[in-house]
C-alpha cells in the first residue's frame, strides 16, 4: 500500500478536495448534525470557490491523500507561530481503518518539527464520538470547548483538541 500526500496546487487538485468532500460529509455527518447543516457546511466552506478562498486569501494549505495513486481524502491546515490548526482530516470511509488517518497525523507531526510548532490543535463536533476517540487513541486531549455561529441559524458544537510535539 502506498500512500502519498500532496499540496494542492492546482484548481483541478481543489474540484478533487470538494468531490471528496461531498462525498465523505454526508455518510459520516448527515447522522450527527442533520442534511440541511450538511448541506449548508458543504457549500460555504468545501465548494470548489470556498476552498479557493481560504487558500488564496486566508492562508490555508490543503493537501490530498493518494492510495496506490487515487486520491481517497484529504487535510487542511492553518501553520500558525505556534501550532498546526488541523481543520480538517476526511477519508473517504473505504479506507478508513488502515492506518491512513495516522499515517496523516505523522505528515502533519514532521510539518509541526520543521516550522517550530509545538501543537497540532483541531476543532471536533461533541456529537463526533468516534473520531474523538481516534485521535485520543493518537494522543490527542481536549482542553476546552468552542460553540460557533455559522450563520443561517446553526452552530458547531465542538471540542478543542491538541497534540504537543515533542522536538527532535
Known amino acids: 500500500m502506498e ?20 462525498a465523505i ?26 476552498i479557493l478562498a481560504q487558500i488564496d486569501q486566508e492562508g490555508n494549505h490543503y493537501f490530498l491523500i493518494y492510495h496506490d495513486f ?3 481524502g484529504y487535510i ?31 505528515f502533519l507531526i514532521a510539518r509541526c518539527r520543521e516550522i517550530g510548532a509545538a501543537y497540532i ?7 463526533n464520538l468516534d473520531t474523538i476517540s481516534a485521535y485520543e487513541r493518537i494522543g490527542f486531549e481536549i482542553y476546552g470547548d468552542l460553540v460557533s455561529d455559522i450563520g443561517s441559524g446553526f452552530v ?3 471540542h478543542m483538541m491538541r497534540l504537543r510535539i515533542t522536538p527532535r
Request: glycine share 8%; net charge neutral; proline share 3%.
Open 3 to 22: 500512500i502519498q500526500i500532496k499540496k494542492v496546487t492546482t484548481s483541478s487538485e481543489v474540484d478533487i478536495v470538494a468531490g471528496l468532500a461531498k
Open 70 to 72: 487515487i486520491p481517497i
Open 25 to 50: 460529509w454526508p455518510e459520516h455527518y448527515i447522522p450527527i448534525i442533520g442534511k440541511e447543516q450538511v448541506d449548508f457546511m458543504l457549500g460555504k466552506f468545501q465548494s470548489s470557490k470556498a
Open 156 to 158: 458547531m458544537d465542538d
Open 76 to 106: 487542511g491546515i492553518i501553520e500558525k507561530y505556534s501550532e498546526i490548526f488541523l481543520s480538517k482530516l476526511y477519508l473517504i470511509s473505504s479506507e478508513r481503518g488502515k492506518g491512513i488517518g495516522h499515517k496523516a497525523i505523522d
Open 121 to 127: 490543535t483541531l476543532t471536533v463536533n461533541k456529537e
